[in-house]
Structure formats: structure tokens, C-alpha cells
């Protein structure tokens, strides 16, 4: 393999893996928007076990999200955990 071909391949991984740690970032801020936006419905009216469980889901997903970020090494650990510390915090207070 010549240098220009080792160049093209690179260049090919390089776009793939843009792509992928595109689509783990995006998911956690789209994630995050939307559990910050359930919890902003919740503290004005009165909390319903039914919508406790989604909010639930909702948070499960989000910290599967940001652990497999860090997995990838697209978010560090430190900030994972302060994101999922804030998440917890919010949750726990309604």
C-alpha cells in the first residue's frame, strides 16, 4: 500500500468516525433537552406516577447515552459525571 492509498483510507476513517462520535453527541444534548424539558412540566403541576416512569426512561437512556460518550472517548469522565450528578439532582428533586 502506498502512501496515497494509506492517505485516502485515513481520510475515510477519519469522516466515519466523525460521524459516529456526531451522532453520540447529538443524542445526549437532544436527550438532555428532552428530559430538562419534561422536568420543567412536572415542577408546574402535580407529579403523576405515570409521568414519573417516562421521566424515569428518560434518564436511564441518558446516562446509557453518556456512559457509552465516555466509552468512546468523546466526553471525558469528569464531565459525564457532572452532567449525570445534575440529571440525578433535578430528578430527585421533584
Same mark, same amino acid.
Given at each position: 500500500? &502506498?502512501?496515497?492509498? #494509506? &492517505? #485516502? @483510507?485515513?481520510?475515510?476513517? $477519519?469522516?466515519? $468516525?466523525? %460521524?459516529?462520535? @456526531? #451522532?453520540?453527541?447529538?443524542?445526549?444534548?437532544?436527550?438532555?433537552?428532552? =428530559?430538562?424539558?419534561?422536568?420543567?412540566?412536572?415542577?408546574? +403541576?402535580?407529579? +403523576?406516577?405515570?409521568?414519573?416512569?417516562?421521566?424515569?426512561? %428518560?434518564?436511564?437512556?441518558?446516562?446509557?447515552? %453518556?456512559?457509552?460518550?465516555? @466509552?468512546?472517548? %468523546?466526553?471525558?469522565? $469528569?464531565? /459525564? /459525571? #457532572?452532567?449525570?450528578?445534575? =440529571?440525578?439532582?433535578?430528578?430527585?428533586?421533584?
Amino acid at each position: 500500500m &502506498n502512501k496515497k492509498q #494509506r &492517505n #485516502r @483510507k485515513t481520510v475515510t476513517q $477519519n469522516c466515519r $468516525n466523525r %460521524i459516529i462520535n @456526531k #451522532r453520540y453527541s447529538s443524542t445526549t444534548k437532544s436527550l438532555s433537552k428532552l =428530559f430538562l424539558s419534561k422536568i420543567e412540566s412536572l415542577q408546574n +403541576s402535580d407529579v +403523576s406516577p405515570e409521568t414519573k416512569k417516562q421521566v424515569k426512561g %428518560i434518564l436511564n437512556k441518558v446516562y446509557s447515552i %453518556i456512559d457509552k460518550a465516555v @466509552k468512546k472517548g %468523546i466526553l471525558h469522565k $469528569n464531565t /459525564a /459525571a #457532572r452532567k449525570k450528578s445534575k =440529571f440525578a439532582n433535578l430528578y430527585k428533586n421533584i
